[in-house]
């Protein structure tokens, strides 16, 4: 049993419907950068893997050919085909799948995209290891990974709030055998086959028109508070909810910008 209790399917199928509605605020200029990465054209056909309730895979349908979405949620999957209706985008195919063993061709795709979801993969070598096989040669893979807590204003405030409300929750220290290491980052693209690897980091920054509006965005949009407040229960989280709220309302200023930072690392499957 994986020891990480985001790698299962369960939390992000319980915040499927906040995750549309609240995410993109803070996740959707990171899928645009990515996109920036692989050099697409109308002809580019693409996976967009972990692909939650479509960030990417919204953006990207309008500009090229075919979108395969895969994720392990079928509400995160009911929700991107949702929005793909009612965007009019009929290039988008969304299937319900595991990113360590995708249901797709080998050679087939012209660039390959995991946000924020490989990271968390209980094997994260399967995980490259697949984005590589379903690449032409040729191909672009883009993936990306929250850099440590401490570089994000942003997640730092909202820890600090977490923290106001039961003092045993500690800010995460970095750790430096996952993605948030850039050089591990780099090494496991280039063991799965990668060339001309590539690390870039990225910061994005989200205003709230107050700590109301942060507490909401956030609480109904992370999967981590979501399973905290089931576990709980409905009673203690809401005396914790209000300490968070009154926290973040003496030191969130009012739409003021607060900015995180992720790592996007691009890699290359050789040509034949």
Same mark, same amino acid.
């Given at each position: @049993?994986?020891?990480?209790?985001?790698?299962?399917?369960?939390?992000?199928?319980?915040?499927?419907?906040?995750?549309?509605?609240?995410?993109p605020?803070?996740?959707q200029?990171?899928?645009?950068?990515?996109?920036?990465?692989?050099?697409?054209?109308?002809?580019?056909?693409?996976?967009?893997?972990?692909?939650?309730?479509?960030?990417?895979?919204?953006?990207?349908?309008?500009?090229?050919?075919?979108?395969?979405?895969?994720?392990?949620?079928?509400?995160?999957?009911?929700?991107?085909?949702?929005?793909?209706?009612?965007?009019? !985008?009929?290039?988008?195919?969304a299937?319900?799948?595991?990113?360590?063993?995708?249901?797709?061709?080998?050679?087939r795709?012209?660039?390959?995209f995991?946000?924020?979801?490989?990271? &968390?993969?209980?094997?994260?070598?399967?995980?490259?290891?697949e984005?590589?096989?379903? !690449?032409?040669?040729?191909?672009?893979?883009?993936?990306?990974?929250?850099?440590?807590?401490?570089?994000?204003? !942003?997640?730092? !405030?909202?820890f600090?709030?977490?923290?106001?409300?039961?003092?045993?929750?500690?800010?995460?220290?970095?750790?430096?055998?996952?993605?948030?290491?850039?050089?591990?980052?780099?090494?496991? @693209?280039?063991?799965?086959?990668?060339?001309?690897v590539?690390?870039?980091?990225?910061?994005?920054?989200?205003?709230?028109?107050?700590?109301?509006?942060?507490?909401?965005?956030?609480?109904?949009?992370?999967?981590?508070?979501?399973?905290?407040r089931?576990?709980?229960g409905?009673?203690?989280?809401a005396?914790?909810?209000?300490?968070?709220?009154?926290y973040?309302?003496?030191?969130?200023?009012?739409n003021?910008?607060?900015?995180?930072?992720? &790592?996007?690392?691009?890699?290359?499957?050789?040509?034949?």
């Amino acid at each position: @049993m994986c020891a990480n209790p985001l790698a299962v399917a369960e939390p992000w199928d319980l915040v499927a419907d906040g995750y549309a509605e609240f995410a993109p605020a803070i996740m959707q200029p990171f899928s645009a950068r990515a996109l920036e990465f692989a050099a697409l054209t109308a002809d580019s056909r693409i996976v967009d893997v972990a692909a939650g309730t479509g960030m990417l895979s919204l953006l990207a349908a309008p500009r090229v050919a075919e979108v395969h979405a895969v994720d392990f949620s079928t509400p995160m999957i009911d929700r991107l085909r949702a929005a793909a209706r009612a965007a009019g !985008l009929t290039n988008i195919q969304a299937s319900v799948g595991d990113g360590q063993a995708l249901p797709l061709a080998s050679d087939r795709f012209d660039a390959a995209f995991s946000m924020f979801g490989l990271m &968390f993969f209980p094997v994260r070598a399967k995980g490259f290891a697949e984005l590589f096989r379903v !690449l032409r040669p040729g191909g672009t893979a883009v993936v990306s990974s929250w850099a440590p807590v401490l570089e994000s204003p !942003l997640m730092r !405030l909202m820890f600090g709030a977490v923290h106001a409300a039961d003092p045993a929750i500690q800010e995460p220290q970095p750790n430096y055998l996952s993605l948030e290491n850039p050089e591990i980052f780099e090494s496991e @693209m280039r063991r799965a086959g990668f060339e001309a690897v590539s690390i870039q980091r990225h910061t994005g920054s989200v205003v709230f028109t107050d700590g109301d509006d942060m507490f909401e965005t956030i609480a109904r949009s992370n999967a981590a508070l979501l399973l905290l407040r089931r576990r709980i229960g409905e009673q203690l989280w809401a005396e914790r909810a209000a300490v968070m709220r009154a926290y973040l309302a003496e030191h969130y200023r009012p739409n003021h910008p607060l900015s995180t930072t992720a &790592f996007l690392g691009i890699g290359h499957k050789p040509e034949s």
